[in-house]
């Protein structure tokens, strides 16, 4: 714990006080996932055969969207850090300087593998469980599992 009495990730980056409640924040939070997962079925991302489709190189459908998120996400942080914009509850936005790792290679590689055969990266889960498609339960555990082994091994793996 700092001085601030907040706590500091692997990466430098502050997370807030455990102390405060605020539960207009939450219900935004939800509002705003839902939201996304409205958008992600009405584009077709949570679709198994538009990422089937994409890592096969057949069609731009899914490039196009990624394309447009990462432009978005630039876009974001650009004003977030430009107007000052803080958190719901007030916070500064706080951005780590990121050093690049070999690991983030093999690790990028492995989550590439795992979005292949599953058809699902970590954004679109939630909404294909909330489509029906309780299968991908299997594939929520699995990344869970992963993030979990993940933090036992990170000290003996390259960083």
Not at 57 to 80: D, K, N, P
Request: charged share 15%; proline share 3%; glycine share 12%.
């Amino acid at each position: 714990m700092t001085s601030s009495n907040k706590e500091t990730d692997f990466e430098g980056a502050r997370t807030p006080s455990k102390s405060k409640t605020n539960v207009g924040g939450y219900i935004a939070y939800l509002l705003c996932g839902v939201l996304i997962g409205i958008v992600f079925v009405k584009a077709e991302i949570i679709s198994w055969f538009r990422m089937q489709e994409m890592f096969r190189f057949q069609s731009f459908h899914m490039y196009g969207i990624l394309g447009s998120a990462v432009c978005t996400g630039i876009v974001s942080v650009l004003l977030i850090k430009k107007l000052n914009i803080k958190t719901l509850q007030g916070e500064t936005v706080v951005t780590p300087t990121i050093r690049f790792h070999k690991g983030q290679l093999i690790g990028g590689f492995i989550f590439g593998l795992g979005w292949a055969m599953t058809g699902a990266c970590p954004g679109p889960l939630f909404a294909q469980i909330g489509t029906g498609a309780s299968v991908v339960i299997i594939t929520l555990l699995s990344a869970i599992a992963g993030t979990w082994v993940y933090g036992l091994l990170r000290d003996k793996l390259p960083h």
